[in-house]
């Protein structure tokens, strides 16, 4: 199966200094294109980390991003880790080379500036419309700075140019029921007979905090016409245990 990852990068993040926006928006990305995250890592500016990390995904079959690290500081070590990690060398990219010379002038100055599009061997480029400093792409790695201004029009430009054809806003839907009363060891004979029955479908049991006592929030995804015949059997399912249910607006966190 293949799907999208998130790495996002940064001390500043596991320390608390500053709280993280790319998972939640990256999600909605990728919901308004009938694509889904499947896992997201948050990880240290420690380059053995991020080497060791980008090994591991870069063999695996997901398309991934990572926000942060891509800048120009000591502390940004993202680009030299994704050569390491890809086993290539790392230079001056060409286009990203005359995109500093349009914005900055040639020679760019100050030297370090060129660091900025110094990307693994091989890589393409991710036009940033913010400041005009490109991120890049390797062997389906999206890279992208830590900045959520720059760093989200870039991740909508990589799945609006390398991944349209796998985009699909209908291709699943979500539906989910309330069930009051109802534990979850109450159920668990049903889900298990329910996912045999559908293997195709993505269930969800969540205890529900919101009302008082015992409740459960039961969710159904998948294509729609399975969601919709999955969720009459499910339904029918926890009547038959005797409960009653009720339809819940999916994205309502408990509490809200």
Known sequence: MQGFGLIVIGDEL????????????LISLLAARGLELRWCRFISDEAPLITQTLKE?????????SCGGIGATPDDRTRQCAAEALGVGIAPHPEGVAALEARFGSPVEPPHRMRLVEFPVGSRLIPNPVN???????????????????????????LD?????????????????GVDGARESDVIPLLERFEQRYPALRL????????????LELGVRGAPDEVAEGMQTLQQDIEALGFTWAAVEIGKADGE
Request: proline letters at 8%.
């Open 14 to 25: 596991l320390s608390g200094k500053r709280q993280d926006k790319h998972f939640s928006h």
């Open 57 to 65: 995904t870069m063999a695996g079959p997901d398309v991934v991003f």
């Open 132 to 158: 005009q400093i490109p991120g890049f792409s390797v062997a389906r790695h999206h890279f992208v700075p830590g900045f959520p201004n720059m760093a989200w029009p870039m991740m909508e430009w990589v």
């Open 161 to 177: 140019h390398e991944y349209l054809e796998w985009q699909d806003s209908a291709r699943w839907v979500e539906q989910a029921i």
């Open 204 to 215: 969800s049991c969540l205890p529900n905090t919101r009302i008082e006592g015992f409740a």
